[in-house]
């Protein structure tokens, strides 16, 4: 005759390690939407920090140039990535003057000496310097022939990754994690478990 014996001993081993992998699985969802929830805060943070650093960017600009990579429940990490060349100068407030050319960039305004304006014939407008061999040669400019010494080399400025690395920009997201993170994911916690009605 078949039987069925319930063993209850094993019964509430099984049933505890459902409840304890069921709480670790709330812990887990909270911490990734608390995680998640403080990198979008750290991203725009970030941009307001790299300009106030003195990389006198737009935060548009600077937003475009940070991701965030999301956390997961098999990688509990967060991560604001930020990429992008060096900028070119004149977008740091280029303006030109008798002595060359002027960038606000790093806790103030720069003179540099020598530089120049200009608009490359396909649109390109830049902040460019002679190099030390350049040659006067014959160009057309706007259908007419002008001289003109070249080679010439457009210049660039920081880079938002540099911006990044600036530690007054770490200080500042730091002191922002330690300030928000806490109290972001005891309310995560809170309305998971509010949710299912634990």
Same mark, same amino acid.
């Given at each position: 005759m078949a039987g069925f014996s319930v063993n209850v001993r094993s019964n509430v081993d099984v049933l505890t390690m459902e409840l304890? #992998?069921? +709480?670790?699985?709330?812990?887990?969802?909270?911490?990734?939407r608390a995680l998640n929830k403080m990198g979008d805060q750290v991203k725009v943070a970030a941009a307001r920090s790299v300009r106030d650093a003195g990389y006198n960017l737009k935060i548009g600009d600077i937003k475009k140039a940070l991701k965030v990579v999301k956390a997961t429940q098999?990688?509990?990490?967060?991560t604001v990535v930020a990429s992008g060349k060096p900028i070119p100068l004149i977008l740091y407030? #280029?303006? +030109?003057?008798a002595k060359g050319v002027t960038v606000s960039v790093l806790k103030g305004r720069k003179v540099i000496a020598g530089a120049f304006i200009a608009t490359m014939p396909g649109g390109h407008k830049g902040v460019f310097v002679r190099?030390?061999?350049?040659?006067h040669k014959k160009v057309a400019r706007g259908g007419k022939p002008a001289w003109n010494a070249l080679p010439i080399r457009e210049l660039y400025g920081p880079s938002i990754?540099?911006?990044m690395a600036n530690a007054a920009v770490q200080e500042a997201l730091m002191a922002l994690i330690a300030d928000k993170f806490p109290g972001i994911l005891e309310h995560e916690h809170e309305w998971l478990r509010r949710k299912l009605g634990r």
């Open positions: 304890l #992998a069921s +709480a670790r699985d709330m812990r887990d969802q909270a911490t990734v098999g990688n509990l990490r967060a407030g #280029a303006r +030109a003057t190099e030390p061999n350049a040659r990754p540099d911006g």
